[in-house]
């Protein structure tokens, strides 16, 4: 029943959002006029994120290096809390004709505002011979991300890009004569051969061998490395096929012999605490969030201060190789004059220049959005000779580099079922079948109920 009002509250914020706008000939539809000169009058920005007081004040401070760059620009750089809050004050501000100019989001939500034809399509100002940028130096996976949309556009720039990394506790293998390949991902048919020596009570085991703190990414991420289908641009469900059944009897046999577990077995919402506990020896999370895995001098852990190890994510011995690639993008909104649509197309610009997303990605955890912004000295620098208080950000930074050309975005779609809603329910049935209270077969058949029309 639960499930049902969400997706009649779904279906209804798109009618409300297909009525924000209403005519055919929109402003989305129409040419985007690109001015072939900043206005001299003052212009006032808007940009609303997520961020808290640490990135914030970053971004606070390459703001400010923008306004310095263009004097007549003022921008209010506005946190909203978290990307649900984002995403609901946003919906408010479209029905209400008071959007801010730039924010923002995940494309699932942009494809949401789509359809209330809220943000305008980049491609013009991308392909401007004043303003323009290269597409071609940006991530391959992150431009197609972008232009992932039924018209082909480009709605979004990249800008907080990240990935998921495993961490591990290098003084337990070591401990039990196990070294982990640094050329290649590890498998999860490697990790689970380790079982017998890595899991239980002794003095060198974990109760569990490897948490993945998202349920969701893991089913999504496992579905690709498996070949089995997930969903695709139309919205269509994918997930009655053998390979999914395959890939989901494999995982509830490493949930069965706790190789793998899911932060549900400590009732928690990511497994870092229980990882620098002992509670288990590897963990899966977000590069941005590298920082909760990092064992400080005085954990009071079963292993202490343990010596921390950071790779690319398990993969599926002989299956297509897969990494989910996460992250925010950032839009401009419709209801814009010129003048605000170039000033926050410039913000745009500068938020992702070589120097800006470098620095971004050294001092937040997240990821360059350009491959000269890797090969810049500032990056290699970070990664090859690091500060010593930047060392496992620069280990991670390493590791999600590796996977680069495996990255991978799940298809946004806001019909009758969202990606969102796919997504929601992907991450229920893994935890279905890690409580045992569904089989695999029942959790794929209550993912169909919920979702197929």
Known sequence: MKKFLVLILSISLIFVLGGCYGSSDDVVTKDVIVLDELPDEEISVTFWHVYGQNKAALLDRLIAEFEEMYPNVTVESISQGSYGDLKSKTISSISAGNTPDLLVGYPDHFAEYLNGRAIIPLDSFVESDTWG???TDFIDSYVEENQQYSDGKMYSMP???STEMMVYNKTVFDANGI??????????????????????????QCEY????DSSANLFITASRQWGAGYTNIEGEVLIDNPNTLTMLNYISGLFDSNTLSLPLAWDADYGSANFLKGDVCMTVGSTAGIAYNVPLPGNEGKFGEFELGILPIPQHEGGAGSVMQQGPNVAIMSDTSDAERLASWLLIKHLTSVEATAQWAIDTGYLPVRYSAYDSDLFQTFLN????DYVYESMTANAAYSQVDLFQYDSAFANRVTSSDVRDEAGLALESIFAKTRSVAEAIQNMIDQLVW
């Open 209 to 212: 061998l490897i948490n993945y």
């Open 179 to 204: 070294t982990l390949p640094t050329d290649r991902p590890v498998t999860w048919e490697e990790l689970d051969s380790y079982n017998d020596v890595l899991v239980g009570d002794g003095a060198n």
């Open 385 to 388: 000779n690091p500060d010593p």
């Open 133 to 135: 940028v290269d597409l």
């Open 159 to 161: 800008y907080s890009k």
